[in-house]
Nanobody
């Protein structure tokens, strides 16, 4: 079992910045992908960013590319999402997750044309951007 807890959400005006954090605990596989996804009111779940722990490769949704940055601190078991130039349409509940291989439980995300499986995720942290 893996537990993930997000923090750092809040309210900000358009053009502002926020930094989200995610604490990871429990037993993880040697190789995994860490993801951020969001759920906007009335919208489908959207993958935001992915980082692979074995080579540090990153993937971003087109909607956030150039504005958001995903980073991992493996030693501290932390995941971050640095969000700049925020827009009202970024308002959402943001979740962090970890994925290994597809199984009977979990969810699928498509980011930058690539499908990622998420085995565990946290409860989320709310980000609200006002115009």
């Amino acid at each position: 079992q893996v537990q993930l807890v997000e923090s750092g959400g809040g309210s900000v005006q358009a053009g502002g910045s926020l930094n989200l954090s995610c604490v990871i605990s429990g037993d993880t596989h040697v190789h995994y992908r860490l993801v951020w996804f969001r759920q906007r009111p009335g919208k489908e779940r959207e993958g935001v960013a992915v980082i692979t722990n074995w080579d540090g490769r990153t993937y971003y949704a087109d909607s956030v590319k150039g504005r958001f940055g995903i980073a991992e601190d493996n030693a501290e078991r932390m995941l971050y999402l640095h969000m700049n130039n925020l827009r009202p349409e970024d308002t959402a509940m943001y979740h962090c997750g970890i994925g290994y291989n597809e199984g009977p439980f979990g969810l699928a995300l498509v980011i930058a044309g690539t499908r990622f499986w998420v085995n565990y995720w946290g409860q989320g942290t709310q980000v609200t951007v006002s115009s």
